[in-house]
């Protein structure tokens, strides 16, 4: 695993989101976006959503459980999947994800476990 766990970026008029060179063969498998617990985002690699969350989210728990529901419309809620550019090692935000986490152009990523957090930078 790379050993950076902490990084800011600034988007470019695109939306885009530039990936540091050190962490992009974690992500060559895609990414998933999605909205966070609080007003920020979590960036996924795909491998790591496909293998762990989508693996928990359907976990045999019962159908009928409203905690279990809450968790994955929560996770679901804006949910976007792209493909690293390979290139310039960039994704695209949605518009509505960035809205959602009050991220107007500047960002910042920080390492949490298997994903990472986004959110605006603290001040």
């Known amino acids: 695993m790379a050993s950076v766990d902490y990084f800011e970026r600034r988007l470019d008029d695109k939306r885009r989101l530039t990936i540091p060179a050190e962490l992009r063969e974690e992500f ?9 617990f609080g ?3 979590h960036l996924y690699p795909k491998q790591i959503w496909d293998g762990e969350v989508e693996a928990a989210l359907t976990s045999g728990g019962n159908i009928l459980d409203e905690k279990t ?3 994955n419309v929560r996770f679901r809620r804006g949910k976007t999947e792209a493909e690293l550019d390979q290139k310039q090692g960039r994704i695209t ?3 509505h ?3 959602y986490a ?3 152009r500047d960002i910042e990523a ?3 476990g298997s994903y990472w957090r986004l959110s605006i930078p603290e001040a």
């Open 28 to 36: 060559i498998s895609g990414v998933v976006l999605t909205r966070g």
């Open 69 to 71: 529901a809450d968790m």
């Open 110 to 112: 920080v390492r949490a």
């Open 97 to 99: 994800l960035l809205e």
């Open 102 to 104: 009050g991220i107007d």
């Open 39 to 41: 007003h920020y985002l």
């Open 93 to 95: 935000i949605e518009q």
